[in-house]
């Protein structure tokens, strides 16, 4: 049920998409932005009962696998930007952001949505939803920094071929898009450092040790150490393309060690095979 739920946020989602193309290609039709917005309103809400419902068919087990953890930063991603509009009102960002909304989503709409091997005994510790939450967060607010990113270079490209076409008339200011980028960064970077937090806190209560080596630990932490850096240059003058180049760098490895762990970075995923092996006496 969970799934067909999550199709109809996927269509919700892919209707905004366009509704905000349209209003970037005609800035006139104002009414298309708003369309945009309730529509994509209309789709986090849709996305959020079909992860209630995933919930109680499976307990929360489905968070610790890829596909899972897909269907969570999509929504955070969708809601992290629903708030940036409301607070700076950047309709034309939306129609970079929807279209990766709907991209990062698509492959999530197929597979199994369960994960039966994370034991009840993982999901009952009460740091475990903060680390899920939090980790996705994280990442989501990557995911909107590598579009603002983007949306940097293209408008910087024109500026400095001296073609002020489309974009610069659309897209915000040189200015305005790098403080953006800047403040996305540490904002994940702030929710990444509670989700590792969080997964310490786990980790220690399923396996008695805050580090074991783990693949998922090693590179949960490679990619705290990279945007820590970011937050780190920005003090010491990092700005503008550098930045922006670096923040797409960055993604681009957020998303490569997401399929190659077939989780998002951050989520402990072997927490839970640990706690099922100790549950049946196979751990030491």
Same mark, same amino acid.
């Not at 298309?32 to 309103?41: D, E, F, P, S, V």
């Given at each position: 049920m969970s799934v067909i739920i /999550?199709?109809? @946020?996927? &269509?919700?989602? &892919?209707?905004? @998409?366009?509704?905000?193309?349209?209003?970037?290609?005609?800035?006139?039709?104002? %009414? @298309? &932005?708003?369309?945009?917005?309730?529509?994509?309103?209309?789709?986090?809400?849709?996305h959020a009962a079909a992860i209630g419902v995933g919930c109680a068919e499976f307990g929360g087990r489905e968070f610790f696998s890829l596909r899972g953890g897909l269907v969570l930063m999509v929504w955070l991603l969708a809601g992290a930007y629903l708030v940036l509009q409301r607070r700076y009102h950047l309709p034309t960002v939306g129609a970079f952001i929807t279209p990766l909304i709907l991209i990062v989503l698509l492959p999530a709409m197929f597979g199994d949505p369960g994960h039966p091997g994370v034991p009840p005994e993982t999901l009952r510790h009460k740091s475990v939803t903060i680390h899920i939450l939090t980790a996705g967060l994280g990442v989501a607010l990557f995911g909107l920094a590598f579009?603002?990113?983007?949306?940097?270079?293209?408008?910087? %490209?024109?500026? !400095?071929? !001296?073609?002020?076409?489309?974009?610069?008339?659309? /897209?915000?200011? /040189? $200015? @305005?898009? $790098?403080? /953006?980028n800047q403040r996305l960064v540490r904002a994940g970077f702030v929710s990444y450092t509670i989700a590792l937090v969080a997964g310490t806190i786990t980790a220690t209560a399923i396996w008695k040790s805050p580090w074991s080596w783990d693949p998922q630990q090693v590179i949960s932490l490679g990619v705290w150490i990279l945007y820590g850096a970011m937050v780190q240059l920005r003090h010491t003058g990092w700005h503008g393309r550098r930045y922006a180049l670096l923040t797409l760098v960055g993604f681009v490895l957020v998303l490569g060690s997401m399929v190659t762990l077939r989780t998002?970075?951050?989520?402990? %995923?072997?927490?839970? $095979?640990?706690?099922?092996s100790a549950h049946t006496g196979g751990a030491q």
């Open positions: /999550l199709r109809v @946020a996927a &269509a919700m989602y &892919a209707a905004a @998409a366009t509704s905000y193309i349209v209003y970037f290609a005609r800035p006139r039709l104002a %009414r @298309a &932005a708003t369309a945009g917005y309730w529509l994509l309103a209309a789709a986090f809400a849709v579009a603002v990113a983007l949306m940097y270079l293209l408008q910087e %490209r024109e500026v !400095k071929g !001296k073609r002020f076409g489309a974009l610069f008339s659309r /897209l915000p200011s /040189l $200015d @305005a898009l $790098d403080k /953006l998002v970075p951050g989520v402990t %995923r072997h927490a839970g $095979d640990y706690a099922g």
